[in-house]
């Protein structure tokens, strides 16, 4: 029904920049919350930014200052800019969604399929 596809990890040297995209697309008719968690190996999943319909974003302690959450509304998308990357950030990052599918129902969480990113130190 609804699809999240995630895109721009890679490798980066310790105080590099990424910026990740996440595109939401398939049956949509509204999409609150988005955000961007991560998963280290051997850790739990973790918050990293959210960001409201209405552009309202909060962030992990760990990233502020330093990651910036953003979203295309009118393109149902998602972005990440990260910059002064640390080695501790290497993780696969993962687009979440709250979409609704129709005005008959309500909103339901989806997950992208993850993208590594890694820092080199």
């Known amino acids: 029904q609804v699809q999240l596809v995630e895109s721009g990890g890679g490798l980066v040297q310790a105080g590099g920049s990424l910026r990740l995209s996440c595109a939401a697309s398939g049956r949509i008719f509204s999409i609150n919350d988005m955000g961007w968690y991560r998963q280290a190996p051997g850790k739990q999943r973790e918050l990293v930014a959210t960001i409201t319909s209405g552009g309202s974003t909060n962030y992990a302690d760990s990233v502020k200052g330093r990651f910036t959450i953003s979203r295309d509304n009118a393109k149902n998308t998602v972005f990440l800019q990260m910059n002064s990357l640390k080695p501790e950030d290497t993780a696969v990052y993962y687009c979440?969604?709250?979409?609704?599918?129709?005005?008959?129902?309500?909103?339901?969480?989806?997950w992208g399929q993850g993208t590594q990113v890694t820092v080199s130190s």
């Open positions: 979440h969604g709250v979409v609704r599918t129709s005005p008959m129902f309500g909103s339901n969480d989806y």
